[in-house]
């Protein structure tokens, strides 16, 4: 049972590439997160998605857009990498609002 | 959600007892104390949470006192694996959907 799985582990960028991150999970959960964890600071929520087929906001969507592509994945897409968006990004999941999240180690990006 | 105090900093020795304590005097009725941690360079785990009863379960044991305005995470037996940051959250169970990790408390075990 894998949890939660993200790909890639790392990535160089160079100002103004795009990318997708990968989040995949196996627990049938309902509600997806992406978060970003810069150094020394604790996680901001960067999108949600309650259920399949919905996506919202979090606190730091600038520069971001996700897909809910089923029920398992959840993407992250940077249009035009920016150096500002270096950071590790996890994905994470729960089975529904408020039920306890569960992480993905992370992708680690670094923006040139 | 309520505001959480931790200390930054803890240790302990492998096989002892590690507790750690948080403070959440504005816990409100309809909040819950979760337990999250991170061991270095890895994403959150989640550990257990509770609303008023004390919880028990394969990793750890969370006190709540009975005015629920602090709590304890207790693992029984820590081992050199544990060492990571743990932090404790206050949340409504049904509250937005984000997660807010204050500060922590950075647990060291001694070998």
């Not at chain 1, 890639?8 to 160079?14: A, E, S, Y």
């Not at chain 1, 049938?28 to 600071?41: C, E, T, V």
């Not at chain 2, 337990?35 to 394969?58: A, C, D, F, V």
């Not at chain 2, 409504?92 to 807010?100: A, E, G, N």
């Amino acid at each position: 049972n894998a949890g939660v799985t993200q790909t890639p582990k790392f990535q160089v960028l160079k100002t103004g590439q795009s990318m997708t991150l990968q989040c995949a999970q196996d627990m049938n959960h309902n509600s997806m997160y992406w978060y970003r964890q810069d150094p020394g600071m604790g996680l901001r929520l960067i999108y949600y998605s309650a259920s399949e087929g919905t996506t919202d906001k979090g606190e730091v969507p600038n520069g971001y857009n996700v897909s809910r592509l089923n029920k398992r994945e959840f993407s992250l897409r940077l249009e035009s990498a920016a150096p500002s968006q270096t950071s590790v990004y996890f994905c994470a999941s729960s089975l529904d609002r408020g039920q306890p999240q569960h992480f993905g180690d992370g992708t680690r990006l670094s923006i040139l | 959600d309520a505001k959480t105090t931790q200390p930054p900093s803890m240790d302990c020795a492998e096989g002892r007892a590690a507790n750690l304590p948080c403070n959440h005097s504005t816990i409100s009725g309809n909040e819950y104390v979760y337990w999250y941690r991170q061991i270095h360079s890895q994403g959150p785990q989640y550990i257990i949470h509770g609303l008023k009863n004390n919880e028990t379960n394969e990793m750890a044991s969370l006190i709540i006192t009975e005015d629920r305005k602090s709590s304890t995470l207790i693992l029984p037996h820590a081992t050199l694996r544990d060492t990571a940051v743990y932090y404790c959250i206050v949340r409504v169970m049904d509250s937005s959907y984000k997660l807010i990790f204050g500060s922590g408390t950075r647990l060291l075990v001694r070998p």
